[in-house]
């Protein structure tokens, strides 16, 4: 099978003989999965990393990169463009009997989110935290600023401050599957899971094929102890991902939970063949060998 690859453009693992991504049909450059470095558009989202006891050993899941939100969310997320005009003062008399301002807050604050994004690729991370909170002071009802800012926020391990920005981003831009998918996950992150779901749900109704969405909706459930619903997300998020090795395993976890030991193996089994030499292979089968012995033995 061909070695995976990173869509520079969406950040989704694709096969490395496709020509075009099949998410957002661009065209791909041979970079190994394994090796790719963050995409700028680090603002759009991640499965959430954690790791998890089973049975002994412990299940990591590793973050990965995600699509960014579909077209209309894309373009909602656009910065503001200023108009520009010569001598450029900050007034300029149309008359003798009238002035126009010139309103520059949205050429500030789209210079700041080059500045941030800039910091944030060079290791930055307060000076790209001072930038994007420059650019949300300067132009308040930017989704694209309030977002950022969130995210680096979120970066820096200030997940609660970061959730009244991601909300007002949503509201600034309702029909946004990445804001409304980072505010989810901003809940996730301070185990606000009432809140996480909900948001998690919003987000699927927006970009309803996203297998990230439905993953993480699977984890809020089962960490706020729906066990069944999480069990049906983890279902959905298969479907759309059958490839997702890291689904199986969260999935066999989910099935245990529910009293479902035989469906657990088979999700197990499913993931070993997915993943035959990952370093956490001999311990699954290990687990697999104790849930397969019969009863009181």
């Known amino acids: 099978m061909a070695r995976a690859v990173i869509c520079a453009a969406c ?26 470095a963050p995409s700028n558009r680090w603002v759009t989202t991640g499965i959430v990393a954690g790791c998890m006891v ?18 209309r969310a894309a373009q909602a997320a656009a910065p503001v463009r200023a108009t520009t005009q010569r001598p450029a003062p900050a007034r300029v008399a149309a008359d003798a009997s009238s002035l126009t301002t010139i309103d520059a807050s949205p050429a500030i604050a789209a210079s700041g989110l080059v500045t941030g994004e800039r910091s944030y690729d060079s290791g930055n991370l307060d000076g ?27 970066r820096v391990g200030r997940a ?7 909300q007002r981003a949503a509201q600034a831009a309702p029909d946004s599957w990445a804001y409304q998918f980072n505010l989810a996950r901003a809940h996730a992150q301070v185990k606000d899971w009432k809140a996480a ?12 094929t996203d297998y990230a969405t439905q993953y993480n909706l699977a984890k809020a459930l089962q960490a706020g102890g729906d066990v069944k619903g ?13 490839g997702e090795s890291d689904f199986q395993l969260s999935y066999g976890l989910a099935l245990e939970a529910a009293a479902r030991p035989q469906d657990a193996v088979a999700a197990y089994r499913k ?13 699954v089968k290990g687990h697999v060998t104790e849930l397969e012995k019969p009863a009181g033995s």
């Open 11 to 36: 950040g989704a693992k694709v096969r490395g003989d496709r020509e075009r991504c099949p998410r957002c049909r661009e065209r791909l450059v041979a970079r190994p999965a394994a090796a790719a």
């Open 160 to 166: 609660q401050e970061a959730i009244p920005y991601f």
């Open 197 to 208: 779901i909900a948001g998690y749900q919003q987000a699927s109704q927006l970009f309803p």
């Open 230 to 242: 999480a069990v049906t997300a983890f279902e959905k998020a298969i479907q759309l991902a059958p």
């Open 128 to 154: 790209a935290l001072r930038a994007f909170q420059a650019a949300v002071d300067a132009n308040p009802n930017d989704p694209r600023a309030l977002n950022d800012l969130g995210q680096m926020l979120i």
């Open 54 to 71: 089973l049975g002994g050993f412990t299940v990591v899941l590793w973050t990965s990169s995600r699509p960014a939100a579909p077209a």
């Open 271 to 283: 993931y070993l063949e997915l993943e035959p030499s990952s370093p956490q292979a001999e311990k």
